[in-house]
């Protein structure tokens, strides 16, 4: 490490005594205590906590995080370059805890998106887990179970600081009746893909993945020409709210019907959303002018989407392309039926659930045959990863399959040739909050690739559209070896000080290697292998041998139970020089199981990333037994890469192209 990194030094807190756990006569396990109330989970001005015999600060003195205050106040990640926890490992880990919340929807039930998925089991193993990480040293490894803390295990300096598992259940209990007896006794929470893991950055997890969809339908399907066409589609939450930004980066016009009237405003104080439309005739129109006048145009529709679905079916208006990211996967939490208002809907599912939920289905399977209607007529219709047609199906009976299915999942028709190659949602969070170092991380990862423009064309467009969300963040859509070389970097400029502090990297839980869902990521995969869950399960141990900070193994909860197996992942790159092992191992382990996992499958493009060294060359792959299998790992030629598309480059008067 330089000498000029003095100050990285002097970011290292030193060992405190704060919020002691009982011990082992061994000393290798820790059992958290009971959540400490937040007037005596509290820091002095210094940072220090008081030891034995010393009287506690007053309630009034500051928390050592916003947590502890047990949703009774907003809550913000951590800025600056002070640390509150030991090592900034475990710094990292907790602003990220606090980061999910501030960006998420419901802080006040530890809820971040989807309904239900939860960072925290609740407030008490919330302020257990904020009191661990403060005290963790890096020799010693958190345990969490669903959201809970159970454990301190001491292990080594370069283990995982945190391993969580959630949700995770034998075959014939996974079910959603047994989730939700479970869910009400306090017993589970669904993890989502990111939310329990920590790794959810707001809109932007999925933004660029939703930006690389559409590009791939509209290339696929109209030439890669976005003008004048729209997207009909449904939901403004934590996912869908990336839909009419991403289709505006693109040139594409779009509907988005959301029942919610605070999920709409939320969307318009962003500019996600350029404007409501009173009425769907009004919505028509100005999807029309947009049309007319050249310029993309974001409208949203406060409405069911069942119904507007099947009023546009019944009309004969077509749209170019036809989607939906409700948090349909959950009929009792997710989707709200034609028979309900949304107050009436928040009651009753609490009264009635197993009514909603069949009311439910039958709205969705409602919504599915419009969606079928206009595929017919010529607009091009997918799942976008929400198990929509599972739903439906329940309502309509497994004797309509075939024919629900005609209407495709986003991964089997578009994205899969990415991930085959380990190409997938990276992502990383700079921990300062502060913007220069996420424009410093910008400028780093656009140069590093020049084999791959796209990428630097994707952080150009990402730096003008993509409104500002928690702790600076950028997702970005790397590839095996690309991964790893970036994060190596960023830690030199954070041992050097041209970062302010360390970077956080991590990734959706649906990547190359990470997740098993047979209707979202691993749909319709060559080998028949769609619900084999042995991939993300090898993937969390790979990383766990790599010493990555925080390896979490999720299940599916709510109407995902059963469905669903994912693996994540997250490391710091803080500076020191053993670091830089620990972030190509866990980094190339991670995409080149993704990458063996495509090439068992019979994906050439993952046996031309195996010959080539990955994307960068130099990523060394062994994979047995292809020639076995069927396929091969000879050298084959380079896959094509993303045909370019214009953009929209519209701005709003502060810049932000009007996003």
């Known amino acids: 490490m330089s000498a000029?990194?003095?100050?990285?030094?002097?970011?290292?807190?030193?060992?405190?005594?704060?919020?002691?756990?009982?011990?082992?006569?061994?000393?290798?396990?820790?059992v958290p205590e009971s959540a400490a109330t937040p007037a005596n989970s509290q820091t002095r001005a210094g940072g220090e906590t008081p030891t034995d015999g010393e009287t506690p600060p007053p309630a009034s003195a500051p928390l050592a995080s916003p947590i502890l205050a047990r949703g009774t106040q907003p809550i913000t990640a951590?800025?600056?370059?002070?640390?509150?926890?030991?090592?900034?490992?475990?710094?990292?880990?907790?602003?990220?805890?606090?980061?999910?919340?501030?960006?998420?929807?419901?802080?006040?039930?530890?809820?971040?998106?989807?309904?239900?998925?939860?960072?925290?089991?609740?407030?008490?193993?919330?302020?257990?887990?904020?009191?661990?990480?403060?005290?963790?040293?890096?020799?010693?490894t958190l345990i969490l179970q669903t959201g809970a803390a159970v454990g301190v295990m001491s292990t080594k300096r370069d283990?995982?600081?945190?391993?969580?598992?959630?949700?995770?259940?034998?075959?014939?209990w996974a079910t959603s009746d047994r989730f939700y007896e479970r869910y009400r006794a306090g017993q589970t929470i669904w993890g989502g893909l990111t939310a329990a893991a920590w790794q959810y950055i707001g809109r932007q997890g999925v933004l660029q993945g939703t930006y690389e969809l559409l590009r791939e339908v509209l290339v696929q399907h109209y030439d890669a020409r976005a003008e004048g066409r729209w997207m009909l589609t449904a939901g403004l939450g934590g996912m869908g709210s990336a839909q009419p930004i991403s289709a505006r980066i693109l040139g594409l016009s779009s509907l988005t019907v959301e029942i919610d009237q605070v999920k709409i405003d939320r969307a318009l104080a962003v500019g996600g959303i350029d404007v409501q439309a009173p009425t769907l005739d009004d919505a028509l129109a100005l999807i029309e002018a947009a049309r007319a006048e050249?310029?993309?145009?974001?409208?949203?529709?406060?409405?069911?989407?069942?119904?507007?679905?099947?009023?546009?079916?019944?009309?004969?208006?077509?749209?170019?392309?036809?989607?939906?990211?409700?948090?349909?996967?959950d009929a009792r939490y997710g989707y709200v039926p034609l028979e309900y208002t949304l107050d009436a809907w928040i009651t009753a599912r609490e009264t009635e659930p197993e009514r909603v939920e069949a009311l439910a289905r039958a709205s969705m399977a409602q919504q599915v045959e419009a969606m079928l209607t206009l595929q017919e007529r010529g607009s091009v219709a997918f799942e976008n990863g929400n198990n929509l047609r599972v739903k439906a199906l329940e309502h309509l009976g497994e004797g309509e399959a075939d024919r629900v299915n005609r209407i495709p999942g986003f991964m089997?028709?578009?994205?899969?040739?990415?991930?085959?190659?380990?190409?997938?949602?990276?992502?990383?969070?700079?921990?300062s909050g502060d913007v220069d170092d996420q424009l410093t991380m910008d400028a780093l990862a656009s140069s590093l690739f020049p084999e791959r423009p796209e990428i630097a064309e994707w952080l150009a467009l990402a730096g003008v559209h993509v409104p500002q969300q928690g702790l600076p963040a950028r997702s970005c859509w790397l590839g095996h070896g690309e991964r790893s070389r970036l994060a190596q970097a960023a830690n030199e400029l954070v041992a050097d000080g041209r970062l302010s502090a360390p970077v956080l990297f991590s990734?959706?839980?649906?990547?190359s290697a990470g997740m098993t869902h047979p209707r979202i990521g691993t749909e319709g995969?060559?080998?028949?292998?769609?619900?084999?869950?042995?991939?993300?399960l090898l993937d969390a141990m790979l990383l766990s041998t790599a010493g990555a900070d925080l390896v979490a193994i999720h299940s599916g909860g709510g109407g995902y139970t059963g469905w669903m197996q994912s693996a994540g992942v997250s490391i710091v790159a803080d500076g020191k020089p053993e670091t830089l092992e620990r972030l190509r191992l866990a980094l190339d382990l991670d995409t080149g199981l993704g990458v063996i996992r495509h090439a068992a499958a019979g994906y050439e493009e993952a046996t031309v990333a195996i010959a080539r060294g990955g994307e960068t060359g130099d990523a060394p792959i062994a994979a047995l037994g292809l020639a076995a299998r069927g396929a091969s790992a000879g050298p084959a030629a380079s896959a094509p890469g993303p045909q370019a598309l214009p953009a929209s480059s519209d701005t709003d008067p502060e810049g932000n192209a009007r996003a």
């Open 412 to 431: 089997e028709a578009y994205l899969r040739p990415l991930f085959a190659r380990g190409i997938g949602p990276f992502r990383w969070v700079c921990l």
């Open 4 to 30: 000029s990194r003095s100050s990285s030094r002097e970011l290292q807190s030193s060992p405190r005594n704060c919020h002691r756990t009982s011990t082992s006569k061994s000393g290798a396990i820790r």
């Open 507 to 511: 990734r959706d839980h649906l990547d």
């Open 294 to 329: 050249g310029i993309p145009a974001a409208v949203a529709l406060h409405a069911n989407a069942a119904a507007v679905f099947t009023e546009l079916a019944s009309r004969g208006v077509t749209p170019d392309i036809v989607t939906d990211q409700t948090a349909a996967h």
């Open 525 to 536: 995969m060559r080998d028949g292998s769609d619900g084999v869950t042995d991939w993300p």
């Open 159 to 172: 283990s995982p600081m945190v391993l969580s598992a959630v949700n995770n259940t034998v075959g014939n």
């Open 78 to 140: 951590q800025r600056g370059t002070k640390l509150r926890a030991r090592n900034w490992r475990a710094e990292g880990l907790l602003r990220m805890f606090e980061n999910v919340l501030e960006v998420g929807e419901n802080a006040a039930e530890l809820i971040v998106y989807a309904s239900l998925g939860k960072a925290a089991r609740n407030w008490d193993e919330a302020c257990r887990i904020v009191t661990s990480l403060l005290e963790l040293d890096e020799a010693e």
